[in-house]
DNA sequence: ATGAAAGCGCTAACAT
DNA sequence: ATGTTAGCGCTTTCAT
C-alpha cells in the first residue's frame, strides 16, 4: 500500500520497528493537521471544520489507516470489548445467547470476546483473569457460583466500575451481580407442578451427567422437592456420559416397564428428545403411558411427532437483555454517575405439547 | 462506585487518572527491583535469579497484578488474539468448529475474538476491519467469498505476518490464503451420486433459504450436475425462510404424490429432519418410496426412526484444525503427544443409515 | 542477571 | 476549532 519512509535521519538509539501501518500521525501529516485533529474526526465528527474534515477524510482512505485499538485503549483506559464466559459454544443454548449478545453489541461497536470455561471452575477463572487484561468494558459469565479467585476478579472489576453480568441465573436473595435469567429451582418445580396437574403420580427426573452443571441439578431439585411435597412418588437419575440424545434413550432402554403411568422431567431437550423416540420404537403410548417433559424448547421439541412438552428458556432473550444491561450501563456511566443493579427476570414457560396431556 | 482520587498533591499537570489496578512498576517497587525484570521474569522465568523471583512473585501476589495486555501488544506489536468471523454462532454447524478452534488455542493461551456476520459481506468487511484494529496474531475467516474491501484487509494483513485462514471450504487452484475444509460443489456430487448409485432415478435437491449460503448452494449445483451427468432427472428448489425443520416439513407438504420413487438431497440435517418427519405423518414409505439425504450429521441425525442418511461435516475437526494450523504458523509447540503435522482428511463423510437404500 | 532510556500509537487535559 | 504536552503500562534495545 505505502512505504512508510526511508529517512535514514529519523533512525536513532531506541526507535523501535513499526509494522508498516499507516498511524494517525501518518494521517495527520498527509492533511496537513495535527493527530489531535484526525483523532477528533474519528471520535466527535462534528468538533472538525468541513473543510479540515474533508482533507483529513482524503487522507484517511489514502493511507488506508486502520485505528490502533491497543493504543486507543491504553490512552483513554477504555476498551469496546465486551468479555463473555461461556461453559460452552457447543451447546445450542448457548450459542443462541451469544448470538443474542452480538445482536445488540455489535450496532453500539462493542465487540465480543469468547471463551468457553468447559463447565470447569478453574479454566473460568483464568479465563477471566486473562480476559480482563484487556479492560473489557462489561463482563458477562454464565451463572452464580464461581470460584473464591473468580469472584475476587469480578468484584474488583465491577469495583473499577466495569459491568458484570452473570447470565442464564437468578437468585436475587445472595445476588451480589446483576443477575440475567430465571432461577432453576422454581424451573423444576414448575416442571414437576405441570406433570402433578396432568394427574400423573409416578414422577422422574432424568439429570445431565455434566457434574458442574449446577443449574440442571437445581432443576432436578425443585423437581423432586415439589412432587413430594405433593406426597407423590418420585425419583431422580442422571443421564449417562455421552450424547444426550443416546443418553434419552438408554435411560428408557433401562427402565422396567412401569405398572401406572410414568411422567419424567429432562434436564434438557435432547435427553427427552432421544427418550421419546426409544418410547416409539418400544411403542409406548405417549402421552398415556408414559409423559415426557423437556427443558429449553429446542427447534425439535416443537417438530417431533406431536410436539414434545418443554419448558421453554428464553435463551435468546437472556442474550438480548444481558447486551441491552450493557449499553444502558455504560450510557448510565456517561451521563448520571448512577448504577443501576436492578435484577432482570425471565421465566421460562411452559409449552404443552403432545407427550404431555390431562387425561 | 468509586471517587477516583482526592490526594491534592498527587495531582500534577499532565496527570491521567489511573484506574487503581495495580501495575508493573507497583509489583516492582515492592519487590526492590525495576519494571524490566518483572517483565523478564513473566515472560522469561529462567533469566530471572531465583531469590529475586521469589520476592517478585509474593509482590505479585500481593497487589493483585494483572498483566495489561494493551500495554503489552502497543510495546511488543504483537498481541495474543486470534480473530475469528464466522456467519452465525446459533448455527449449529459452527458452533462446534468454534468450540474446536477454542480447546486449541486456549491451552496455548491465544483467546478468541468472535463476531458473527449474518452472512452479511458488508458485516464481515466491518467486523475484520474492527478487529484487525486489535493487531490480531491470526485471522480465520469463513468461506473463500468476501467483499473486495475485506480481501483487501486480509492481504495486508498477511502480508504483515498474520497467518490468515479461509475455513469451511476448499478450491485449491484459485486459493489466496489457507484454506481448511472441504469442497462443496464436490460433496454435492458426492450426494446425488449416493443416491444415484442405490438407483433412484428423480432426484431433487432442497437448498438453503438463506441467500448468502453460497457453500449450500454450491453443494446444489454439485448434486444437479451429477445427476445430469448420469442422465438422471433432477430438480432444485429453494426452502422457505424461517426454522428450518419447519421449512423441511413444508416443502414436503407441498410436494406433489410421486409416480415413482423420489430422493431428495438437503442443505442440512435440519432440512432433511423436518421432510423426515412429515414424511411418517404422510406414511410415506422411506427409504421405498421417499429417499433422504442430509448433509451436516448433526446429532439427532443418528436418533431419528432408523437413522437419517447424510453427508457427515467434520464440524469440530475443521476448528480443531484451524487452531492447529495457527500454532504451527505461530510457532507456538503444542505439548501434545502428537507432534505429527501429517495432513488431517476433512472430506465429509457419508453416512448410510435408514433413509437411503439400495433396494 | 539487572537496569536505563526510549517509544509503541493514541488520547486527556490544558492551552490558544 | 485546533495545537501542545505529557503520559497510558508495557517491552525493546542497549548498557552494565
Known amino acids: 500500500m505505502e512505504n512508510p519512509q526511508s529517512d535514514i535521519f529519523l533512525i536513532a538509539p531506541g526507535v523501535r520497528r513499526s ?53 486507543g485503549s491504553l490512552a483513554s483506559g477504555r476498551s469496546a470489548l465486551v468479555a463473555v464466559l461461556i461453559p460452552s459454544v457447543a451447546n445450542s443454548i448457548f450459542a443462541e445467547t451469544i448470538q443474542g449478545l452480538a ?32 479492560a473489557p468494558a462489561a463482563v458477562v459469565v454464565t451463572g452464580r457460583q464461581h470460584s473464591a479467585g473468580s469472584l475476587q476478579l469480578l468484584r474488583s472489576a465491577r469495583e473499577a466500575g466495569t459491568p458484570v453480568i452473570e447470565m442464564w441465573d437468578n437468585e436475587p436473595q445472595t445476588a451480589e451481580f446483576t443477575q440475567i435469567g430465571f432461577n432453576h429451582h422454581q424451573a423444576g418445580q414448575a416442571m414437576a407442578r405441570h406433570l402433578l396437574h396432568c394427574g400423573y403420580t409416578d414422577l422422574m427426573f432424568l439429570d445431565s451427567s455434566v457434574v458442574q452443571d449446577y443449574r440442571a441439578h437445581e432443576r432436578g431439585l425443585g423437581f423432586v422437592q415439589a412432587a413430594e411435597q405433593a406426597g407423590v412418588e418420585v425419583r431422580i437419575q442422571t443421564a449417562q456420559l455421552g ?84 449499553l444502558n450501563s455504560l450510557n448510565i456511566k456517561i451521563r448520571s454517575s448512577e448504577t443501576s443493579l436492578e435484577p432482570v427476570c425471565l421465566e421460562p414457560k411452559l409449552m404443552i405439547r403432545h407427550t404431555t396431556k390431562l387425561f
Not at 494517525?24 to 484526525?38: E, I, N, P, R, S
Not at 468541513?50 to 489507516?65: D, K, S, V
Not at 417438530?303 to 428458556?313: C, H, I, P
Open 19 to 71: 509494522h508498516g501501518k499507516s498511524t494517525l500521525a501518518d494521517v495527520a501529516a498527509q492533511a496537513g493537521v495535527t493527530t489531535m485533529t484526525v483523532s477528533r474526526l474519528l471520535r466527535e465528527p462534528n468538533s472538525v471544520k468541513p473543510e479540515t474534515a474533508e482533507r483529513i477524510r482524503q487522507a484517511l482512505t489514502a493511507t488506508g489507516y486502520t485505528p490502533n485499538k491497543q493504543a
Open 103 to 134: 445482536e445488540t453489541l455489535q450496532p453500539a461497536g462493542l465487540e465480543l470476546m469468547l471463551a468457553p470455561s468447559g463447565y470447569s471452575h478453574e479454566r473460568e477463572e483464568n479465563q477471566l483473569r486473562a480476559m480482563l487484561g484487556w
Open 243 to 326: 450424547e444426550p440424545m443416546a443418553a434419552g434413550r438408554a435411560m428408557l432402554q433401562g427402565l422396567l416397564q412401569p405398572s401406572r403411568p410414568l411422567a419424567i422431567g429432562f434436564a434438557n431437550d435432547h435427553l427427552a428428545v432421544g427418550a421419546l423416540l426409544q418410547a416409539c420404537d418400544f411403542g409406548l403410548a405417549v402421552p398415556q403411558q408414559l409423559a415426557l417433559l423437556g427443558f429449553g424448547d429446542f427447534p425439535i421439541a416443537g417438530q417431533l411427532m406431536g410436539g414434545l412438552s418443554t419448558l421453554a428458556a428464553p435463551r435468546h432473550l437472556i442474550g438480548l437483555e444481558c447486551g441491552r444491561s450493557i
